[in-house]
């Protein structure tokens, strides 16, 4: 039974940085692609990055190509979310999920850790 902990929220100013830890338990995270999603209330749920079950695929979308980096140690089984030049714009409580494989469809991901939550306000 995978469990899935997000860690590493907190308020930082415009422009500042974060990483963000994605622990697993349970299971192994070896054999499970993650990725990272955001959600601000009243808004759906947008994926921001995933990283694939070896660490050499990583996806982002244009909101923070350039600004995040995904990236994972399965001796630890954790994965992380680097979130650089951050903007009031990327404002969410931040989760994790696992799937077979990266893909676009959120349906696919399942357990999902409790969130974090990311403040950029100066």
């Known amino acids: 039974q995978l469990q899935l902990v997000e860690s590493g929220g907190g308020l930082v100013q415009p422009g500042g940085s974060l990483r963000l830890s994605c622990a697993a338990s349970?299971?192994?995270?070896?054999?499970?692609?993650i990725g990272w999603f955001r959600q601000v209330p009243g808004k759906e749920r947008e994926a921001v990055s995933c990283?694939?079950?070896?660490?050499?695929?990583?996806n982002y979308p244009d909101s923070v190509k350039g600004r995040f980096t995904i990236s994972r140690d399965n001796a630890k089984n954790t994965v992380y979310l680097q979130m650089n030049s951050l903007k009031p714009e990327d404002t969410a409580v931040y989760y994790c999920a696992g799937a077979p494989r990266c893909t676009t469809l959120t349906i696919a991901f399942g357990s999902w850790g409790q969130g974090t939550q990311v403040t950029v306000s100066s």
């Open positions: 990283i694939s079950r070896s660490g050499g695929g990583t």
């Open positions: 349970g299971v192994s995270l070896d054999l499970t692609a």
